[in-house]
């Protein structure tokens, strides 16, 4: 037990302790009042103003003991220390990250609605490819003289892979595979899946279950919503696609891939979970937006109404690295209502086509950066998840080589220290 001080006892100055302590397994007390501070014959944190006796003080900026929240809240780096409105706070720096408090301002959205990299805060700070809250974290363990082994031994990887397109040529509507076939979309390639001459390129299943063999963990996100211009799935009640998607759930885990169109859409997100709970038989609580389209709080308040637990969106479409400066789940924090939420935000490190098609890495530079992020995970004993598609590990075309960066992820993410 380690004991804190604070004169205000709040539901965010409660959600980041949490994250730092009870969450990694410590337990803590919080205490309000001098005289039972003075009573204690150890006494830990000082997380107050006040010049009273501990093993460690961080003074408040405020926002902890906040209710509303303010536009004007400002992030820089002094001297290698982060301050939140000129204040060195790592509690409030910690709960302005993972409530994404900037995101609830934010206007300058690209074609999709999303969020670029480059109006995160910690790209800003250059920063992205740090842990930087989990450094935080392990920090204040050691200062408070709190053994953080167990944490750090904690480390999971976890291979996550979205199915956006099951197979490129296979079990698709006849007159819609005529139409691809005079536009030349391929037309040889197709002919020869479909003489059985040839192996349909997105069928990469075989290399997934081999993956999911020698992992503790791998979750597939599945995709069924309607046919429309960026949702160009599988129709959701055909016969080898309800099979591959009860295979993949065998394998270790599976979850909902709102659809494109789906997007802010609680009724189509919950028609969707439907149709998946459908075909495996079981309640679905795992997700993963299509397109990593994703506004908070709307997108994380739909998505709780729908029954999920555990979202796997936070993370860049166009870069790499810690979108909230954390590899550990966090619970999602409503600003609106001022409160945590059952919801859990996995956090991931990459995405397959932000190295490639937004940061133009070629399969050697993405594993330079890859090798990284994993050695900054296993530092601070997170959980390292990746996202790759079942499109674009076949090793071939745009995508030759980039199966051996996949290769080379399960290796290092596998390897021991």
């Known amino acids: 037990m380690i004991y804190i001080f604070s004169e205000h006892i709040t539901p965010r100055l409660i959600y980041v302790l949490d994250f730092c302590f009870t969450e990694k397994g410590q337990t803590y007390q919080l205490i309000s009042t ?7 014959s150890v006494k830990s944190l000082n997380y107050s103003s006040q010049e ?13 003991f906040e209710s509303e929240i303010y536009q004007s809240k400002s992030i820089a780096l002094n ?3 982060i301050e939140i409105d000129g204040v060195n706070d790592g509690l409030g720096f910690m709960f302005y990250m993972l409530s994404r408090y900037k995101s609830y301002f934010s206007q300058n959205l690209d074609s999709h609605g999303r969020l670029n990299a480059e109006q995160n805060t910690l790209v800003q700070l250059g920063l992205n490819k740090v842990a930087v809250l989990d450094r935080l974290v392990k920090t204040l363990w050691e200062k408070l003289n709190l053994d953080y082994t ?13 199915i956006d397109i099951a197979w490129a040529y296979k079990n698709r509507k006849f007159m819609r595979s005529v139409g691809a076939i005079f536009k030349g979309k391929k037309p040889i390639e197709r002919l020869k899946v479909f003489a059985g001459m040839a192996k349909d390129p997105y069928d990469t299943y075989a290399e997934i279950r081999d993956i999911a063999s020698k992992t503790e963990h791998i979750i597939c996100f599945t995709l069924l919503g309607d046919w429309g211009k960026y949702d160009k799935n599988i129709h959701w009640e055909n016969y080898s696609y ?4 009860r295979g993949l759930n065998l394998e270790g885990g599976l979850g909902i891939h709102p659809s494109y169109a789906s997007y ?3 009724d189509k997100v919950a028609l969707e979970i439907k149709r998946l709970e459908k075909i495996t038989g079981h309640e679905i609580h795992k997700s993963r ?5 994703l506004k908070i709080p709307e997108s994380y308040d739909t998505l709780l109404s729908s029954g999920i637990k555990s979202d796997y969106t936070m993370g860049f479409a166009d870069d790499f690295g810690f979108r909230a400066g954390t590899s550990f789940p966090f619970h999602y924090f409503d600003l609106i209502q001022n409160k945590s939420t059952e919801l859990m935000i996995h956090p991931f490190a990459y995405m397959d086509s932000a190295m490639k098609d937004y940061l133009h890495l070629n399969p050697e530079q993405a594993k330079a950066v890859i090798d990284e992020l994993i050695s900054e995970v296993k530092a601070v004993g997170g959980q390292f998840i990746t996202i790759w598609h079942n499109s674009s590990i076949h090793d ?5 080589g980039w199966k051996t960066v996949l290769d080379f992820t399960v290796q290092k993410g596998l390897e021991k220290e």
């Open 150 to 162: 167990k944490v750090q031994e904690g480390f999971k990887f976890i291979p996550t892979f979205d």
């Open 264 to 266: 802010l859409n609680a």
């Open 242 to 245: 309800g099979s591959l998607i």
């Open 34 to 40: 001098k005289e039972e501070w003075n009573k204690l």
């Open 52 to 64: 009273i006796e501990s093993l460690f003080q961080i003074k408040p900026q405020g926002i902890l």
């Open 289 to 293: 937006q299509h397109f990593l389209r």
């Open 396 to 400: 071939s075309g745009e995508w030759k």
């Open 79 to 81: 001297d290698g220390d």
